[in-house]
């Protein structure tokens, strides 16, 4: 190879090399910009935060959130790629680079903190409770212990369910699968999102249950980023608060049957009085 060649060459590689770093460097704010589609996870089996309604659509509380910040990023909430998550492959999509961010139930815990990013807080929702026949007299989380209870993998709670409490955690990956394991009498109850669960008795085949065991704690929920994406951050986060000074969230919390909450109220009027 002569000189010139070498040389040539050298830079072609250096103008790639270049190029690649550039790409890589690029933050989630412009590619969605680029790409002109906000791409998002959510849930599509967890009333109300994300369900699936009678003509087969994603709908929900979060989801609606999801559109809303579409809208504020690029003009449309139309713009918007909403793609099905469960709580064992959410935070996996989002680090793989397959989603852009999380809107799927995701509660704000220490452990997260150290692999994802998360928006402003917008929910403070109950903990677990557990969904168990209405003649069961259990009452108590240490009256579980060592006893077969349906959860679903990847839920934050589970460590403290094994650990803390010896439940025997039978976890599955979806909703279905649990709720019909606990049909089946392969668990004594389902350890869940109090509020679905609290939603789920009033159906016409889940009479014959009652929630048994309340929540010990509440969690606050946000959205889920991919780590150090600080402009991508800043431009989400003026989108909820936007939202929430708008009154959005009161109004979603209203349609889609969700119990009054003093948290989201607060926020709303907090997110107001500082736009004014």
Known sequence: MTKIKKIGTCIVAIAAFAGSTSMASAGTLEDVKARGKLVVGVKND???????????QIVGFEVSLAKYVAK????????????????????????????????ATLGVTEDRKKVIDFTTEYVSAAGPSVLMAKDATISK???????PVCGIQGSYYNKKMTEEFGINLVAFKTQPEA?????????????FDDMTLQQKIKE???TGYKVAVAPYEFLPMAGGLRKGDAEFQV??????????????????????????????????????????
């Open 72 to 103: 504020e990023l690029l003009g449309s909430e139309d713009k918007i790629e909403l793609v099905p998550v469960v709580a064992a492959n959410r935070i996996e999509f989002l680090t793989a680079g397959r989603i852009d961010a999380i809107f």
């Open 46 to 56: 967890y009333a109300p935060y994300g369900m699936l309604n009678d003509k087969g």
């Open 204 to 206: 016409a085949d889940w």
């Open 179 to 191: 709720y019909r394991a606990l049909k089946d009498n392969r668990c004594i109850g389902f350890v």
């Open 235 to 276: 431009a989400v986060d003026a989108a909820i608060t936007k939202a929430e000074a708008e009154g959005k969230l009161i109004e979603w919390e209203a349609e889609f049957g969700m119990p009054h909450s003093q948290y989201i109220a607060d926020r709303a009027k907090a997110a107001a009085a500082k736009k004014n």
């Open 141 to 147: 989380w240490e009256e579980l212990k060592g006893k």
